[in-house]
């Protein structure tokens, strides 16, 4: 069984790599995930994105000395309802077959098994 320290690190670090790589290559990152590159305010738009996944990558990432148990519950929390949203939100995306980025289906597959990681910590949690 994974520690969840390291399921929050795994998380946390992917999102604040792909908020890092939205914020700096906006066209980049977008050509990879969608297959498309975002012109005029759909620039801003991804580098916008990449804050926020920045953010929520960081605000999760679990302390050394974390004193209370609480804090990661709800980081655990949060990256499930994120990951479960970016999961749905993906899988949408590709099913209307309108954006094939090289990077999409790896993106819902990812998404989708720290959803279920961590629905288990979840769950775990509760009883």
């Known amino acids: 069984m994974i520690a969840t320290s ?4 795994a998380s946390a670090s992917f999102e604040t790599g792909a908020g890092l790589a ?9 050509r990879l995930l969608l297959g498309t ?14 804050l ?5 990558g960081l605000a999760c990432l679990p302390r050394r000395r974390a004193r209370h148990r609480l804090a990661s519950l ?3 929390r949060a990256l ?9 939100g993906l899988s949408l995306v590709r099913a209307t077959g309108r954006y094939r980025g090289i990077a999409l289906m790896p993106a819902v597959v990812l ?3 720290f959803t279920g990681l961590f629905a288990g910590r979840a769950r775990r949690a509760r009883t």
Request: no cysteine.
């Open 111 to 113: 998404h989708a098994a």
């Open 37 to 50: 590159e975002p012109r005029g305010a759909g620039v801003a738009a991804t580098r916008a994105l990449g």
């Open 74 to 76: 709800r980081a655990v």
């Open 22 to 30: 939205l914020m700096s290559f906006p066209k980049t990152a977008m």
């Open 80 to 88: 499930l309802a994120y990951n479960a949203v970016a999961a749905a």
């Open 52 to 56: 926020g996944l920045l953010s929520l």
């Open 6 to 9: 390291s399921l929050l690190t």
